[in-house]
Each structure stands twice: as C-alpha cells, then as structure tokens.
C-alpha cells in the first residue's frame, strides 16, 4: 500500500492527528526528562504524553506530569510544536512543548507504564549525547540559552528513524493510548 492509500484509508476511518504535550522543566544547568526502556534499548522522552479527548492542554500536561514524574506543576507557555509522521503516513502526531515550572511533589517514576524507567534531571552537556525523542535537544538547549525568552517555534516534522529500524511508534512515542 503506497503512502496516499494508507493516508486515504486512515482518513475514511475518521483517523485524525493525536495530539501529545511535553514539559521542558528546567533546573539548574538542565532539564528533567524521563529514561525508558524497551526491548533493551534506553531512550529519553521529556515529561509528558497523550491529551485525552474533553481534557484542556493545561489539564494533560498537569496530569502527565504527575503521572511520569511525580511532580505538580504548572504549565507556564508552549515553547516548540512539531509534528511526528510515520514515512508510510500511518501515524501523525502533533507535539506541544511547554515550558513548566514545578509546584511541589517529589521526584520520582510512576509505575503506570512499564517502560518508564526513571524520572532524571541532565545537564545541558548530558542532553546533547540522549537519544532524545523526538530528536530536539538542541533547540531546547538553544531556548535555554536565550533564557526560554523566545516565542514559540514550529520545529516542522521530527520523526526520526532509529537504530536497526526501529521508528518512534516502535518506542512509544507514537502510540494509540
């Protein structure tokens, strides 16, 4: 099936883009992302994921942070938005990340999702060598720089194939939940 058939069927079925949010919580000389782990591979997401149908930017944000990280927080502006689209048009995924500064709670991982490893803070040094997913630690240590003082930026499609083929639908990122 060609890529125009896949995007043809999805949208008969009434398939539209799932919409993710993603926290840039910084600290220090870093932020806090979240490990996980599948199939023996670690990778790095920021905090963050689906916005549930009837649930506000703000509310999916707080909540999923919460859920990956333990901490509370409060969303403070979206800072990047990007899309992630599978090459075979499968999966489309919009991100917004926000910048977020934490509330209070503890840091910790959730045990929710089972490939959530850890909830980590890195330095900006330690951010640059993740396997950051998607692909976009440079930006953030560009905003960083500038003191998060710029307006938000669409950061155009970022899906990234990764080692031995594996997609970031394989990892997680893009997933149906």
Known sequence: MTRSEV????????????????AVIPHGEGILVVRHRKDG?????????????????????????????GLTCEPLRPLFINDSIAPDGSRHVVQVT??????????????????VEAAE????????????????????????ASGYSDGARYLGPLWAEHDHGIT?????LVTDE
């Open 41 to 69: 591979r670690t990778y790095h997401l920021l905090p963050g994921g689906g916005v549930e149908f009837g649930e506000t930017l703000s509310q999916a944000l707080k909540r999923e942070v919460l859920e990956e990280t």
């Open 121 to 144: 803070r890195v330095t900006f040094d330690e951010l640059a060598h993740l396997d950051l997913r998607p692909a976009m630690a440079g930006q953030i240590i560009e905003a960083a």
């Open 7 to 22: 995007r043809a069927a999805l949208a008969a079925q009434g398939s539209s883009p799932r919409i993710r949010v993603a």
């Open 98 to 115: 926000f910048l977020v500064r934490p509330t209070g709670g503890d840091l910790g991982a959730a045990d929710a999702d089972p490939r």
């Open 168 to 172: 970031e639908a394989d990892e997680g």
